[in-house]
């Protein structure tokens, strides 16, 4: 059974950093795409970024290109979310999320598995 554990979150100022860590544990995760979604209250959960096997392919949306960089280290099974220049905004849960292919997409949907998330609260 695969787990992801989220960790990082808290509350900090505008301007501020933040680095999101997702270890996974049972499956193979130097083989899969992985993600970081967020959802704020009363909205969708949204794709923030994702990253394929190899590191080699990212996506980012158009509202943190430029403040945040998704990264992993497949031999800590650990996949990173550095989060720079923070705005009130980007105040969520935010979760990770893994497929059991090696392609990034986009749909929320088409993601296979998740972590319990973690709160990210950015005071103005």
């Known amino acids: 059974q695969v787990q992801l554990v989220e960790s990082g979150g808290g509350l900090v100022q505008a301007g501020g950093s933040l680095r999101l860590s997702c270890a996974a544990s049972?499956?193979?995760?130097?083989?899969?795409?992985m993600g970081w979604f967020r959802q704020a209250p009363g909205k969708e959960r949204e794709l923030v970024a994702a990253i394929n096997w190899s590191g080699g392919v990212v996506y980012y949306a158009d509202s943190v290109k430029g403040r945040f960089t998704i990264s992993r280290d497949n031999a800590k099974s650990t996949v990173y979310l550095q989060m720079n220049s923070l705005k009130p905004e980007d105040t969520a849960v935010y979760y990770c999320?893994?497929?059991?292919?090696?392609?990034?997409?986009?749909?929320?949907?088409?993601?296979?598995?998740w972590g319990q998330g973690t709160q990210v609260t950015v005071s103005s």
């Open positions: 999320a893994g497929r059991e292919t090696h392609e990034v997409v986009v749909a929320v949907s088409r993601y296979d598995y």
């Open positions: 049972g499956h193979t995760f130097g083989s899969n795409a």
